[in-house]
């Protein structure tokens, strides 16, 4: 794998994947943009809110979940398609996980949507796997002195997903409601619910 993952050099990259295509007569432009209509719009952070629902309320899930992520999500029909190797990390009332691509953006967009600017942004990318606990208060989060941050940086071969802690209270609630709950950004780790 190359070391340069500048936005400029994906964007070349992924022209001249599309012009090889259509060159080999294997897509046209149009059946191309087509698909990654089509990819995008079953991306959302609903997907992962779904997910953690369902690992909130069932027990079994949660433990499939945290030893196989994509399997898993499959399950539930989220990673269709989808070839990278997904890791779910748990937060803890000891322990938080934040997620990270310090090479580019390696992101599962299927789970979170499209990924925010921020998330993009090399100050984010650098940053946070220095100054972990800085970033996050950045982000409005203030955690415990004693809690251990643990940075994950995803790859294009593995991408990761932050199981939140369950907000106390919601025991009564449905997956739909628990699901209504998770954020985006708590899926990636610079927030709580």
Known sequence: MSGDHSDAT???RVRRLETLLEEKGLLTGGELDEAIDSFLAGASPANGALVVARAWTDAAF???LLADGTAAVRELGSMEGSYQRLRVVENTATTHNVIVCTLCSCYPLRLLG?????YKSEAYRSRVVRE??????????ELPPGTRITVWDSSAETRYMVLPRRPDGT???SEEELAGLVT?????GTAVL
């Open 10 to 12: 994906i964007a070349r």
């Open 132 to 141: 972990p606990r800085a970033v996050l208060t950045e982000f409005g989060l």
């Open 62 to 64: 949660r433990s499939r």
């Open 184 to 188: 985006r950004n708590a899926l990636i």
């Open 114 to 118: 499209p990924s925010p600017s921020w």
């Open 171 to 173: 025991e009564g609630m």
